[in-house]
């Protein structure tokens, strides 16, 4: 069976970018907010008790869940989005698992936001964190995400530190040297796992 990868780090710190990097060497990601998506569609039990919890109000005019409206109702009422996470994390879970399984290669890549809130880093072989320096989130979260810039610092605010998250990582990544640097040490890490992992 491959060994799973934990791969985190707060909003805006480049988890997508490093996946595209590791899946370019021929590595099986596995992307919870992917999952996600496809579990909460028309017709799925998600979908059906998610809209039987929070209402018609979170169905967009193309009968999907509008996941902008539900991420606001979620974003600062804790009891709701503990209710909305234990609808989707152990659906979540049991996919990702069952692809990670069927990866090729030693190992396979597990993107998950909240590995460390959720407590899914205790299943994980490794834990690899990215950091990225909050002004540099800032940036992107209010060019790429069209965010202002109160609740770019809100979202920041509510979530883990790099701090917080390099107290649960094998692997550390600084995403603060730009690309180049940052697929260099992809494949480091890449090279790394092949060899810690090839029996």
């Known amino acids: 069976m491959p060994a799973k990868i934990g791969l985190t780090g707060g909003i805006g710190s480049g988890?997508?970018?490093?996946?595209?990097?590791?899946?370019?060497l021929g590595v099986c990601v596995v992307d919870a907010d992917q999952i996600a998506h496809r579990l909460t569609r028309s017709g799925t039990r998600e979908f059906d008790?998610?809209?039987?919890?929070?209402?018609?109000?979170v169905i967009g005019e193309n009968g999907e869940i509008d996941r902008q409206i539900l991420g606001q109702i979620v974003f600062f009422d804790t009891a709701k989005r503990n209710h909305l996470e234990s609808i989707l994390h152990p659906a979540i879970r049991k996919k990702m698992l069952s692809?990670?399984?069927?990866?090729?290669?030693?190992?396979?890549?597990?993107?998950?936001?909240?590995?460390?809130?959720?407590?899914?880093?205790?299943d994980m072989d490794r834990v690899l964190v990215i950091t990225c320096p909050d002004n540099i989130r800032l940036k992107r979260l209010i060019s790429n995400r069209d965010m202002n810039l109160e609740k770019a610092k809100k979202i920041l605010s509510i979530q883990k530190t790099d701090a917080q998250r390099i107290l649960f990582?094998?692997?550390?990544?600084?995403?603060?040297a730009g690309l180049d640097a940052l697929e260099s040490r992809v494949?480091?890490?890449h090279n790394q796992y092949c060899e810690l992992f090839k029996s």
């Open 15 to 24: 988890k997508s970018t490093v996946a595209s990097f590791f899946r370019a």
């Open 49 to 57: 008790l998610i809209v039987e919890y929070f209402g018609q109000q």
């Open 99 to 122: 692809k990670s399984q069927k990866a090729d290669g030693p190992y396979a890549v597990m993107e998950i936001p909240l590995l460390i809130e959720t407590g899914q880093y205790r």
């Open 169 to 176: 990582a094998d692997d550390i990544l600084n995403n603060n």
């Open 187 to 189: 494949l480091e890490l």
